[in-house]
C-alpha cells in the first residue's frame, strides 16, 4: 500500500 | 521523535469509531470528533496499550511501501498531535 502523511483536522 | 520504546495508548472515554454514515472511521472524544484518513486509521490500528512505538513502526513498514525513518517521523509527529489534544498517551 502506499504510504501517505496521515492529517489530523479536529470538530456544535 | 518519539523513543522506540514508548507505549502509545488511547485513554479512557476515547474510542475509535466507524462513522457508517459518512463511510469513515474517526476518533471519538468527548464532544470532539477526528476524522481519521487512511495511514491516521491503519497508526491507530496498532495502537492497542501493549505495543510500543517501535513495534507499530515496524509494522506499518512491513504494510507500507515507503522508508522506515519517513513512516517513522509521521507517525511520531501523529501520535505527538493526538497527545496534545489528550487524546492519545504515550507511557513512557
Given amino acids: 500500500m502506499a504510504w501517505s502523511k496521515p492529517t489530523i483536522r479536529e470538530i456544535g | 521523535m518519539i523513543d522506540a520504546d514508548v507505549i502509545p495508548e488511547i485513554p479512557r472515554g476515547v474510542r475509535v469509531h466507524r462513522d457508517t454514515v459518512r463511510n469513515l472511521w474517526v476518533l471519538l472524544a468527548p464532544e470532539r470528533v477526528l476524522p481519521l484518513d487512511d495511514t491516521g486509521q491503519a497508526i491507530l490500528d496498532r495502537v492497542d496499550g501493549t505495543s510500543s512505538f517501535g513495534q507499530i513502526v515496524t509494522g506499518l513498514a512491513e504494510a507500507y511501501a515507503a522508508p522506515r525513518d519517513q513512516i517513522a517521523a509521521d507517525a511520531s509527529e501523529f ?6 489534544r489528550r487524546v492519545l498517551d504515550l507511557k513512557s
Avoid: E, K, V, W
Fill in chain 2, 79 to 84: 501520535l505527538t498531535s493526538l497527545q496534545a
